[in-house]
């Protein structure tokens, strides 16, 4: 089965609001990546933390990680409607080898 | 290339027929990934390269499905007599290396249809 969780699987918020979207995962990791989607695209790659890290910010974004808890969040502030986007977690594994969870659809309404 | 570059971006096939999907990784990026997203949801891993040498095989099916990263070419993904399961975008990525710190980097995919 796939490693990465997310949760919520839909998300709708309004401009300028937070989004937080949260991912669980079963085995130890190297590192753990979050992706967006845009509809029928490509990945592209947000945000890395590596599993000796707690916390990372990038602009708007925040991600934590709680190796005990196998688990990470990414928060989104002060959100966009070009924020709409699915958003995946990947937790990587040997051979930085990335398991994803289903996603998490945000839609932000202007 | 400073990007993941895929192609084609659609391939449709009819059932039973070849098709194979080619990736050129970032220049200098010695791991290359197969992914497949079947109807917008989860990634599902099939294949890593390092440099021309298969790295991780776990997630490729064992039939009808090939992979290869030849010295100076793109790499490809083979898949012999197409099944309509087979219908998703394929998708490859590149890193640098495969230690803890690296990010992997994605193409835009190839949409493949199977009819």
């Known amino acids: 089965s796939q490693q990465g969780e997310e949760d919520p699987q839909a998300l709708s918020i309004q401009e300028g609001e937070n989004a937080t979207m949260n991912c669980s995962y079963k085995?130890?990791?190297?590192?753990l990546q979050w992706y967006r989607q845009n509809s029928g695209r490509g990945l592209v790659h947000l945000i890395l933390?590596?599993?000796?890290?707690r916390e990372k910010h990038s602009g708007r974004l925040r991600v934590t990680l709680d190796t005990s808890k196998k688990s990470s969040s990414l928060l989104i502030t002060a959100s966009r409607a070009a924020d709409t986007a699915s958003y995946f977690c990947?937790?990587?594994?040997?051979?930085?080898?990335?398991?994803f969870g289903a996603g998490t659809i945000l839609r932000v309404k202007s | 290339g400073e990007e993941v570059a895929q192609t084609p971006k659609h391939l449709v096939r009819g059932e039973g027929q070849k098709a194979k999907l080619y990736c050129a990784p970032i220049k200098g990026h010695s791991y290359v990934f197969w992914y497949q997203q079947v109807l917008k949801n989860e990634f599902k891993f099939l294949i890593s390269?390092?440099?021309?040498?298969?790295?991780?095989e776990t997630g490729m099916p064992k039939e009808r499905f090939s992979a290869k990263c030849l010295p100076n070419s793109p790499c490809s993904l083979e898949i012999q007599a197409t099944k309509l399961e087979d219908s998703a975008v394929y998708f490859c990525a590149s890193s640098a290396d495969s230690t803890g710190g690296t990010e992997a980097f994605f193409g835009q995919g190839t949409r493949l249809t199977v009819v």
């Open positions: 085995t130890s990791i190297n590192n």
């Open positions: 390269f390092q440099n021309e040498n298969v790295f991780d």
């Open positions: 990947a937790p990587a594994l040997y051979g930085n080898k990335l398991v």
């Open positions: 933390i590596r599993s000796n890290e």
